[in-house]
């Protein structure tokens, strides 16, 4: 399971939360009202790491892929592969998202064209997450 909770990126109105889970699905939640606005589908297997910002959400799962999502309508935009094992850890910037996987790698995406373009091997799992934290300086073309 994951969730992300962004007060100031939410909603102009009240506070958003955003969760994944094991059942494959995404949930966006009103959190002043406690009601669902949507339940996001698409996942073959857990939903393990998200993260959302004013535009969009992106989901890694243990299916080995990501999906880029408008939360705000509950549609799915985009589904990223090429990963070989499960999806565990992923943060992006503007128009560049790294995900981390089981299969020890990190892929750094262009999401403007929806393309990889860098994969590097990590040690282990725990490294490959730390390493995600970081703030992207790239230029993309």
């Known amino acids: 399971m994951c969730l992300q909770f962004n007060e100031t990126l939410s909603h102009p109105s009240f506070p958003v939360l955003i969760t994944g889970s094991y059942d494959r699905t995404i949930r966006v939640w009103n959190l002043d009202s406690g009601e669902e606005l949507h339940c996001l589908k698409g996942h073959t297997r857990a939903v393990r790491a998200l993260q959302f910002d004013e535009v969009k959400l992106i989901t890694g799962s243990m299916d080995n892929t990501l999906k880029v999502w408008d939360w705000r309508r509950g549609k799915c935009i985009r589904t990223l592969t090429g990963h070989t ?8 910037d503007s128009n560049v998202l790294a995900s981390g996987s089981v299969d020890s790698t990190i892929k750094v995406w262009n999401l403007r064209t929806g393309r990889g373009v860098y994969i590097a091997g990590a ?8 390493a995600m934290g970081f703030k992207w300086e790239w230029d993309l073309c």
Do not use: I, P, T
Request: charged share 5%.
């Open 85 to 92: 094992e499960g999806v565990v850890c992923l943060n992006f």
């Open 123 to 130: 040690y282990g799992l725990g490294q490959l997450c730390a």
